[in-house]
């Protein structure tokens, strides 16, 4: 449900407050099994946003 990813992203989010490296894996070690991609999708926004740093994919150009 979304309570339950909510909660799980708070717990990524408090344990790098903590400086916990165990906690932060453990907490997104289940997020990312949330649904099929929401819990990629959540731990991938929060990375984004807790770091500022988001740059969209460079384009792939063909070879000749």
Known sequence: ???RGYSLIDEVGLAAMDGSVSRVLTAGR???TLGHS???DLLTGFIA???GKFEAPKPVR???
Do not use: Q
Request: hydrophobic content about 40%.
């Open 49 to 51: 946003g807790a770091t």
């Open 1 to 3: 449900s979304a309570l």
């Open 30 to 32: 289940t997020l990312v």
């Open 62 to 64: 063909k070879r000749k």
């Open 38 to 40: 929401s819990g990629w």
